[in-house]
């Protein structure tokens, strides 16, 4: 008898080390600066108030470690670039639960959520799949420099910030090539 597996679901935490040269006080103020001057989409379009961001190489950076760690670490599965936006948080203020797959569209829609703390603290609560399991949940915390990466299929989100500091949480979306 033969196990075949036709698709996994995973979460896996790491930390950005401080030797890859990313300032998260300045990731912070490209964001919020973004977050300033920006015009949101109607609410059709970005129903979860997600930050599109201008181009900056540092968020990059980030997507390059996360690329090769998943390569070395995980039997050499490579990720393609998908997109990168933003949420942020004040106090008081939590997220929408969401998960990253446009329903309308599923082969086009990313594969891996990689989410990134760059500032502030807090918790965020990833669903099971709806089957059997659908009442459960796991809830990890949140603090700058922590990555985690799953599925875009799971729901997420953050639980209310209870601190005065923003958080501001990179959310990058990846193919599986």
Not at 41 to 48: C, F, G, V
Not at 86 to 114: K, M, Y
């Amino acid at each position: 008898m033969n196990k075949q597996t036709l698709s996994e679901l995973f979460i896996i935490e790491d930390f950005l080390p401080k030797e890859a040269n990313v300032k998260n006080s300045e990731l912070n103020s490209f964001i919020l600066n973004d977050l300033a001057t920006s015009s949101f989409e109607p609410l059709d379009k970005n129903r979860y108030g997600d930050l599109n961001l201008k181009f900056r190489k540092e968020y990059n950076w980030i997507f390059d470690y996360v690329v090769g760690q998943i390569y070395v670490k995980n039997n050499k599965m490579q990720l393609r670039y998908e997109g990168v936006s933003a949420n942020v948080e004040g106090l008081g203020q939590s997220s929408f639960s969401r998960h990253n797959v446009n329903t309308f569209d599923i082969f086009n829609s990313p594969d891996i959520t990689v989410l990134y703390c760059v500032n502030g603290e807090g918790e965020i609560v990833i669903e099971y799949p709806e089957n059997i399991y659908k009442e459960k949940f796991i809830t990890l915390d949140m603090e700058p420099r922590k990555i985690i990466i799953f599925n875009s299929g799971l729901k997420y989100y953050f639980l209310k910030n209870n601190f005065k500091d923003v958080r501001t949480t990179l959310c990058y979306k990846a193919r599986i090539v």
